[in-house]
């Protein structure tokens, strides 16, 4: 499999995601300011949309969309548990997690970063995205992790996007159990490999 990723962009779910499947898999950064490839590809036409995650299969085929990608690797992993099995309630859990995180709140931090959002408009902007947070820090109350004591592909893409915080000024300090969650999620082995592939972090000596 092929992950075209843009370093630290949302990509950065899947990307921690195989890393905890265990499955085979190799990196394509595509950037999301020049669309084009290492290599000098336009990388709009291997993906129309123009956008990470892409996920390529081994037989050519090809999936967009984190929440799609994350949930297909899961599958593939099935011993690996970083999902509930389909038909089963947990896993509407997941993908409620998955519509909420994807919807609510990477969707809010978009504007933030865009050059044309005016200044008096982000503090409205981070207001919302604060909002949402409560909700997140209430729902992760006694928990480890979204689902509870294990880690599943939500907690990826919750980690992902609020890793943006700090690049958005937006201070979520005073969230207790979001913090923690944070740091828990920091010190695993997998999402450390991720983010120093993607030159995130320094790797270790």
Sequence with gaps: MKLYYSNGACSLSPHIVLRESGLPFTLVRASTKTHALDDGTDYYTINPKGSVPLLELDNGERLSEGPAIVQYIADQAA??????????FERYRVQEWLNF??????????PLFRPTTPEDFKPVLRELLLKKYEFVDAKL????YLMGDSFTVPDAYLFTVT???KHVGLDLSKFANLQAFMARMSARPAVQAALE?????????
Aim: aromatic share 6%; no cysteine.
């Design 163 to 165: 890793n943006w915080a």
């Design 197 to 205: 592939a993607e030159g995130l972090v320094k790797k270790a000596a």
């Design 101 to 110: 995180i994807t919807s609510e709140l990477h969707k809010g931090y978009s």
């Design 141 to 144: 109350a006694g928990k480890q």
């Design 79 to 88: 011993g690996k548990n970083l999902a509930p099995a389909n038909g089963t």
